[in-house]
């Protein structure tokens, strides 16, 4: 994707992410998210700080004692707090705004808005269609960027074989699905595997057993 394709897809995710949002009820606002121990809301108020600048995001690494996993899940937390319709119209208003944290590439918005646009609607059962460029060039970036997913690690002794696009990676058994399904699955979210096929995820099943 080149870099105004990128952003429209951005665009177009914030604002339908937004629409799906603003329609949700009390109940699914406090509904758990694929994102382990996080609510819808607090997965929502995550997007809506994808602007704050570093001045105000040193700090917060400053108060979890330097752990990254504590200050995003902290500053999610925190900003969850306010009303539904703040954190809306917080995500719409990015809308056209190519800003984001200096410490990382352009490819991140992209990817935060497709894996947590994912990780809000699955679990209450909402189809929202990833599309398949935009999912392979955020997959390429977790698979080649190691921290904080660790993919290739995880993944390793399989191959990831898209059915909608001509993304690939890896090598082994492969495991098939769709693109955006993929990227769920190298960015941690093992909740999609059965959604997958193909002799790779008996691979990654018998992994975490192995593990347990």
């Given at each position: ?72 899940h ?6 969850a ?17 190519r ?8 490819v ?33 970036r ?33 495991v ?9 699955l190298?960015t ?8 997958l ?5 008996a ?10």
């Amino acid at each position: 994707m080149d870099s105004d394709e990128l952003w429209a897809t951005v665009d177009a995710q914030r604002t339908s992410l937004a629409d799906l949002l603003a329609g949700l009820t009390p109940e699914e606002w406090a509904t758990p998210s694929w994102c382990a121990g996080w609510r819808v809301r607090d997965v929502a108020a995550h997007l809506a700080l994808a602007q704050v600048p570093l001045a105000v995001t040193l700090p917060a690494f400053l108060r979890a004692r330097g752990s990254f996993d504590r200050m995003v899940h902290d500053t999610a937390v925190a900003r969850a707090a306010a009303p539904p319709e703040e954190l809306v119209d917080a995500i719409r208003a990015m809308v056209g705004s190519r800003r984001h944290v200096a410490v990382v590439t352009e490819v991140e918005p992209l990817l935060d808005v497709l894996v947590h646009g994912q990780d809000i609607a699955r679990p209450l059962g909402r189809e929202r269609p990833v599309p398949p460029v935009a999912a392979a060039a955020a997959a390429t970036r977790v698979w080649r960027m190691g921290w904080p997913f660790w993919a290739r690690r995880r993944l390793r002794g399989t191959s990831l074989v898209a059915s909608d696009s001509d993304w690939r990676v890896g090598s082994g058994p492969p495991v098939c699905g769709t693109t955006g399904d993929l990227l769920l699955l190298v960015t941690g979210r093992r909740q999609v595997l059965p959604q997958l096929s193909g002799p790779g995820v008996a691979v990654l099943a018998g992994s975490r057993a192995a593990r347990a």
